[in-house]
């Protein structure tokens, strides 16, 4: 567990797992009220093929909002200091939801930095309902605090099959969201996504190998449109059957083989 400072004096949180590995590095990339709790147990299962660097971007976590206006430049800007400081890359990305868009950025702007990318639960021509999901998080917290909105977010963030399962503990991982994040910096950091240059924009065949993963019980993203994404890129295209929005948490042993496949693959 450390902090790296960039260079505007913004306090980045990150860890490492298995840098006793002389192996290649993975970066995992979090996503929207997502944390580096997140990706713990899948980057453990890579050792000691692979050793992982794990981090709460701008306004995640532990990682200070900083002074500078949100965007995914600065977030691309940012990765690219931390993995000069941490001293990796090339590297493999691992990113899910924002994390991947993030993820996306770097291999079509810095192909030089990414060996392999997995991106997961990202597409293009979204729904309303998705839109209309995504736009109501700011009313809720600004209403109802980050309790209420972590309590909002865990049924879309999850599919079916997770939430069945898992009922007892649903609060608890509502509670943990809500402990983990701050509602300034998620507030900035939902507010500056809107700005976001959409995926489409980004679209173009990639120079690195990559994989696009969507669950097909994901409400926030259409398979069609993580498909399309995934064909215009020149990347791999994986459905997770019965799976929700976040495809780690709810099939971490699936995920985890897969990704280690992918990057094994020669």
Known sequence: MAYFRTSDGCSLYYETIGFEFLAPAVVFLNGTLQTTLYWKTIARSLQPRFRSLLYDARGQGESEAGDLPLSLDLHLDDLSALMRHVGVGPVFLVGLSHGALLGYAMARKQPQSVNRAVLCSIGIRASIRAR??????????????????????????????FLSRNQKILPRIAATLARRNRKAAVAAHLSAMAAYPRLRSLLAPLTVPALIICGTDDPLVNVSGAAEAAEKSGAQFLKAE????????????????TILGFFSDR
């Open 132 to 161: 209309m999901i995504v736009r109501s998080w700011s009313d809720v917290l600004a209403a109802g605090g980050m309790e209420a909105l972590a309590c909002a977010v865990v049924p879309h963030v999850f599919g079916e099959a």
């Open 242 to 257: 019965g799976i929700g929005h976040s495809i780690a948490a709810e099939a971490p042993q699936w995920f985890g083989e």
